[in-house]
């Protein structure tokens, strides 16, 4: 007797759920893909991508070693104190705006925004696809502040998100 109720509790639960899941797949349909070419950055400044690895790499956030992909978006603030920001995000997320260029470093892509130093790269005729969702954007799971100067960069900060949203963002254990 009892194991035809609980029969009858999953028939039930079941046939209600199923609009559900059809409600989901429906939305998830209703999702669109944007696509952009953005041209290849070439480094003048041989030292940058070394200084990159000490001070965004082997940051005291988390270790980025641990983690097998990722999105940089880069942004060069030109003020007094002229800076880069690092912000990382699980996949590319176009927020609008001038993407100038990328780079790869460490199974990383590096999306640069706005305005490049002369004396730190230039732009490529190459060109890599990159795709996104469109009008959907999550937060980023660190963000690095560099100061740059010509030839130099030095730690300014970190924001350092809660250690579980960057697991789930990851899908790690």
């Not at 509790?9 to 953005?38: C, H």
């Not at 010509?150 to 697991?167: A, H, V």
């Amino acid at each position: 007797m009892k194991s035809k109720y609980a029969i009858l509790t999953g028939v039930i639960f079941t046939l209600l759920s199923a609009p559900l899941w059809g409600q989901v797949s429906n939305d998830e349909s209703k999702r669109e893909r944007g696509y952009l070419q953005v041209p290849e950055l070439v480094f003048k400044d041989s030292l940058f991508l070394q200084r990159i690895d000490s001070l965004v790499f082997n940051s005291i956030c988390f270790n980025l070693h641990k983690l097998d992909k990722g999105n940089f978006e880069v942004y060069y603030i030109d003020s007094e104190e002229s800076r880069l920001r690092f912000d990382l995000y699980p996949e590319f997320e176009f927020r609008g705006g001038t993407i100038t260029g990328y780079f790869e470093y460490k199974n990383f892509s590096f999306v640069w925004y706005g305005v490049i130093p002369d004396s730190l790269c230039e732009v490529s005729d190459r060109k890599r696809e990159f795709s996104y969702w469109k009008g959907e954007n999550g937060d980023s799971v660190i963000s690095v502040y560099l100061g740059y100067v010509e030839g130099s960069i030095k730690s300014m900060g970190m924001d350092c998100p809660d250690l579980d949203m960057k697991r789930s963002f990851y899908d790690e254990d």
